[in-house]
């Protein structure tokens, strides 16, 4: 039948509040007890990555985030080089594609004009091999790809894309294990990870119920016409997720900036009627992070901090500081998505936008 609402007014919440349960179904039958099952990419995927050497990822919008943040956890973990870029950038260049490499495409729809243009002339290029990421079984590029991975989210009909997402993070953590396991990660990094994911739908649901503070946090952006987001190595693409969000939704302009950036351009437009929004887990760049606030409260930024329970930071003039469960800094750019979703989301809200079909915006850009 037709997707329906339920409770939720708007299918954009609804989908937002269904990942604990979707990103449980994208983890269904594809864990071993401290591992990773390769064969979850399909039949032949082991002996293909065994070959496998780098990474090109290719993808739009949302999904070229997720590969951003897929770039980070392959180099660390699987020790595998990757790039990512965006398949209307990707397909009209020269692409130099070097022995052994994957080509990875990540798509909601799996009929993204582009992405499905570059995966087509890929295939010219000597590539090892393609994989799909996709939540759309049957799609262009699930048929045309040599391995695929659904990601299980079920229909996605808010044009801004939430559960896909988040998904596709959790898909892109399985490929990552994945090859980990081939390329030598440790098992017992293997086995903490596979444990980390196992919790992860839990953490989810934590995070979920910040929404009533989230909600009244919004209030101060509804009349603001600009908002930075801030966040440091592999979330850094999560800041540009809840840019990206925020201007979907509620037209507020927002860019995103990596943290230590800052510095060198974007700290000459705060000032009061510019907050700045930053994602600040319990990583090793913390203390980096940390200065880099400083230095928008010195010049009058109103800040507003997602930030992990056990991170230091105290609430100040001028600072608000949410909590965050504690969650394995490899699976923090999952949770650190949520309230970026929340925050969006209600600020639309408040605005009175169309939520569910923002203006201008299509949920599958089928033509060039
Ligand atoms: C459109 C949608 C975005 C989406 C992008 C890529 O711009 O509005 O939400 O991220 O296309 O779509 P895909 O289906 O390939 O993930």
């Not at 699987?78 to 130099?96: C, F, H, K, L, N």
């Not at 999560?238 to 990596?258: D, V």
Request: glycine fraction near 8%; hydrophobic fraction near 45%.
């Amino acid at each position: 039948g037709a997707a329906s609402k339920g409770d939720y007014r708007h299918f954009m919440q609804k989908e937002i509040f269904e990942q604990p349960s979707v990103i449980a179904a994208a983890l269904e039958g594809r864990l071993g007890d401290k591992s990773v099952l390769v064969e979850s990419f399909g039949p032949g995927a082991e002996a293909l990555f065994a070959r496998v050497r780098q990474i090109h990822i290719v993808a739009c919008g949302t999904s070229y985030h997720a590969g951003m943040v897929a770039r980070y956890w392959l180099e660390r973990y699987a020790g595998i080089p990757a790039q990512v870029e965006g398949a209307s950038e990707y397909r009209y260049r020269t692409v130099v594609v070097p022995e052994g490499t994957l080509f990875v495409t990540l798509s909601q729809s799996g009929e993204t004009a582009d992405t499905l243009a570059a995966l087509r002339f890929a295939r010219e290029q000597g590539y090892l091999g393609s994989l799909a990421i996709c939540n759309v079984p049957g799609s262009s590029l699930v048929r045309e790809s040599d391995l695929t991975l659904m990601t299980q989210a079920g229909p996605e009909i808010g044009v801004a894309s939430t559960k896909a997402f988040t998904t596709q993070l959790t898909g892109l953590m399985l490929l990552t294990l994945a090859l980990g396991r081939i390329k030598g990660l440790s098992s017992d990094l293997q086995a903490e990870l596979v444990a980390g994911l196992r919790g992860l739908p839990r953490l989810v649901s934590q995070v979920l119920k910040l929404d009533g503070e989230i909600e009244t946090l919004s209030m101060a952006f509804a009349e603001k016409n600009h908002a930075l987001f801030l966040g440091r190595g592999v979330h850094f693409p999560i800041a540009l997720e809840g840019a990206l969000k925020l201007k979907e939704i509620s037209y507020i302009h927002a860019e995103a900036y990596p943290a230590g950036e800052l510095k060198h351009g974007p700290l000459a437009l705060v000032d009061s009627e510019m907050p700045v929004i930053s994602v600040a887990p319990n990583d090793e760049l913390l203390d980096k992070l940390k200065s880099n606030l400083q230095e928008v409260r010195a010049r009058g930024g109103e800040l507003f901090v997602f930030a992990d329970e056990a991170v230091g930071l105290e609430e100040e003039e001028g600072m608000r500081v949410l909590r965050l469960p504690h969650v394995h800094d490899a699976l923090a750019p999952i949770l650190y998505t949520i309230p970026l979703q929340l925050l969006s989301y209600h600020v639309a809200v408040l605005k009175g936008t169309d939520v569910d079909q923002p203006r201008n915006l299509a949920k599958s850009v089928t033509v060039e």
